[in-house]
């Protein structure tokens, strides 16, 4: 089956830094990535759509400087969080869009593992 | 606007009991899909079903089983015979015309042995 990959699965790092996480679809092409957030004991929240080769479309209330978004090819798109703060805090995950994969006018999505990251 | 509401917050129940997650969905979209996930205590999300819109038989894998009901708006989810390691927060998630997955808030599952 179609899997998609996350880099770092953890990362702790210091507030004012910058983080980038990796989401790399490994056996399929995606010209759409989503990011979402998930806050402890909350559920998924969509922060940004991200479109191979263009501008990301980011969810209201989400803050696109602060969440930076590159799909820079079909199969990897990353998310930087810069200028990290002890809120930013949070589990991390993306899901990539089988263009390859259509039931009907549905293209598969398959979700990451996720990334968790802690900001001191 | 699209919305999932799963109004059980935290179940409890003793192993081998029977157990069913509730799920109500919103949306205008006709052509729509319901899904549900799993997400352990390590955090990643197993996909366990996919249902479209025009698809109201119920499914049966195993121990678990859904019921989609158009009429009522809801796509519940059983288990039968509860294991430990059942144990995990699910999610029923919506997908519709621009293919954004909406979730639910989630239903945390406690098996105890």
């Known amino acids: 089956g179609a899997v998609v990959s996350q880099h770092p699965s953890r990362v702790i790092c210091k507030s004012g830094t910058s983080v980038k996480i990796e989401c790399r679809s490994l056996?399929?092409?995606?010209?759409?990535m989503f990011w979402y957030r998930q806050f402890p004991k909350k559920s998924l929240m969509l922060m940004a759509t991200?479109?191979?080769?263009?501008?990301?479309?980011?969810e209201q209330g989400v803050e696109k400087d602060k969440f930076l978004i590159n799909h820079a090819s079909l199969t990897l798109s990353t998310l930087t969080v810069t200028s990290a703060h002890p809120e930013d805090s949070s589990f991390y995950i993306c899901?990539?869009?089988?263009?390859?994969?259509?039931?009907?006018?549905?293209?598969?999505?398959?979700f990451g593992p996720g990334t968790r990251l802690t900001v001191l | 606007a699209q919305k999932v509401t799963q109004a059980q917050t935290e179940i409890s129940v003793v192993e081998k009991e029977d157990v069913t997650l509730d799920c109500v969905y919103e949306?205008?979209?006709?052509?729509?899909?319901l899904f549900w996930y799993k997400q352990p205590p390590s955090g990643e999300l197993v996909f366990l079903i996919r249902?479209?819109?025009?698809?109201?038989q119920n499914e049966i894998s195993g121990r678990y089983s859904w019921n989609f009901q158009k009429s009522t708006s809801s796509f519940n989810f059983t288990i039968t015979a509860s294991q430990v390691v059942d144990s995990a927060v699910y999610f029923c998630?919506?997908?519709?015309?621009?293919?954004?997955?909406?979730f639910g808030t989630g239903t945390k599952l406690q098996v105890i042995p």
């Open positions: 949306t205008r979209d006709t052509t729509y899909y």
């Open positions: 899901s990539a869009r089988d263009r390859g994969f259509t039931s009907g006018s549905y293209n598969e999505q398959f």
């Open positions: 998630a919506l997908s519709g015309g621009y293919q954004k997955v909406t």
């Open positions: 056996d399929f092409q995606a010209t759409t």
């Open positions: 249902r479209n819109s025009f698809d109201e």
């Open positions: 991200s479109n191979e080769g263009s501008k990301a479309t980011y």
